[in-house]
């Protein structure tokens, strides 16, 4: 089994150390033969290992090492004077180590703008990638879609939805084990003649790739899982994304209303308590641990700002997953 | 009260004549001095007409007229094609009575393309106006956000953005009666240099527009009824309404999947069954009976393919609304 290297942004989530290094502890203990990196404040991780070593022993401690960094990037900084003035903060020391080879991956609950604007400053694309892109794996009806690009580029080229297309499905393939991946192309109607210039170049690009192209996809299908991976510029695929925390949150809350608003209906959810927990594990982002920004030589996920030792514990799972082909 | 004309296209739907015939006849009895124009097969209609008047009288039933059409468009006809051709065919006389002055609005649930082409070819657009748009009345947690544009125009000028807003505007204070409609450019992000150039622009029109604008809104703000009106091209609104509809239905099949998987939860389900249909209404299309096009010298109602009579009445209530600046 490969050794990998993952290094880990202690700080910069909203949930500061404990979570990040708890994280990173549990996935010393899951994961074999990974070493990680744990870049922050010397003090503040001796800490926090000290009190989980205290709470339960982990035979795979001897895998994490700390890298000091003694400044933080926080998400009211403007990403791009936060990057070039604070060079010792975890965020910046942390993309060093992937930058110097010393990693093999990074997880970062940071800032999105300052994760993008370290990208762009310390990491290298893959040979021949124009441009990164921001990815989420949305929930669908069986499994997971992968949408990109979701904010890195406002703006494409129909060469770029490409190899968006070409990125999303080797992800797809490593961290998810889906030997041909469908990609789709998001668009407003199923004719290859739809949609704006852009995308209909795109569509002849993607037909001629050897990818298992399906064809132009709408918005239903998305949730519908269609696809393993859905195309799309960074501006569609941002109001794509939001639009599904936002949806899936309002209508949760709304049939919390309608359930509460009778005694009968009330008694009736408290006995279908452990269904919906079992829905929101369903859609619980924790479950996948952040989104990862592809076309680059190390793959980089960006974990929720408000992500617990869960989350950050799966977001390192994608790094070694993509690191190993699967595991 | 003001006299108006509708005209209803009888054909088109997937349930065909019965149930919009059958919507008109329920239209002409809940709102008052409204005359209906049947546009279809004379025949048909007047026998639909003779099987609700026998099921239950209607004293307004001598609002409701015929205009014989011999022909119907299809949703598997090409457009142009068939609007071209089909010169009696009930969508295109329902068209020409509008353009004639004849009727004050319009009601169809036939082939979206061919109801565009017929707009583009019968319909003058208000004074000023560039281009029509298809809006879609989209639930959120409070009431509904009217999205436009949701296809009419896959790309924009940034004037037409604002136009959009304009129009928005104008028919949530004539339709829904809100005084000051709230007005957001669906957007990446708050600060107005975010987005393409024509976003950007068009964030710069619409703030000085004097209409009631709020600034960029992200996805998620759509369902959270941030707004009244959401503004963005015509690319990314189909995606947007489509998405609506896909990951309403996805999650909700999920909801049901997972409260029939355990016994209680059945019981649960059960139970709170009457809350769920509440739900149900409240996320129902008909309630609002289609989705209007603005920016025309008379307002066209595009009726759901697979609308039934309820459906069908709210779209020609909506029609008469718009006409009479709310009843």
């Known amino acids: 089994m490969k050794e990998i290297t993952i290094a880990v942004d202690v700080m910069g989530g909203d949930l500061g150390a404990a979570a990040t290094v708890e994280g990173a502890w549990d996935a010393a203990r899951e994961y074999q033969g990974v070493k990680l990196l744990l870049v922050g404040p010397q003090e503040t991780i001796q800490a926090e290992l000290a009190r989980l070593k205290a709470a339960s022993p982990n035979k795979n401690a001897h895998m994490l090492e700390i890298l000091h960094a003694s400044e933080v990037i926080t998400t009211n900084e403007t990403p791009t004077v936060a990057v070039k003035a604070k060079k010792d903060s975890s965020m910046v020391r942390a993309f060093h180590t992937v930058k110097e080879g010393r990693a093999n991956g990074l997880v970062t609950a940071g800032s999105t703008g300052a994760v993008l604007v370290s990208i762009f400053t310390f990491i290298k694309r893959k040979p021949g990638i124009k441009r990164p892109a921001l990815c989420a794996l949305l929930p669908n009806k069986t499994g997971h879609t992968l949408l990109l690009d979701c904010g890195a580029n406002a703006e494409v080229k129909p060469e770029y939805l490409l190899q968006f297309g070409q990125l999303g499905s080797e992800y797809m393939q490593r961290c998810m084990g889906i030997k041909s991946p469908k990609v789709g192309l998001i668009n407003i109607g199923a004719e290859e003649e739809k949609g704006t210039p852009i995308y209909q170049e795109a569509h ?37 994304l939001k639009h599904t925390e936002g949806l899936s949150k309002t209508l949760m809350a709304i049939i919390k209303e309608e359930l509460m608003a009778k005694t009968l209906s009330k008694i009736g959810a408290l006995l279908a308590k452990p269904s919906f927990a079992n829905l929101k594990k369903r859609f619980d982002y924790r479950e996948i641990g952040g989104a990862p920004f592809l076309g680059l030589t190390s793959l980089v996920v960006k974990a929720h700002g408000s992500s617990d030792a869960y989350a950050i514990k799966n977001a390192i799972g994608q790094c070694v997953k993509f690191e190993r082909d699967g595991y």
């Open 204 to 240: 002849q690009l993607l037909k001629q790739s050897g990818l298992n192209f399906v064809g132009n996809i709408e918005g239903r299908e998305i949730p519908a899982g269609t696809v393993d991976v859905a195309i799309c510029d960074g501006f569609v695929g941002n109001i794509i």
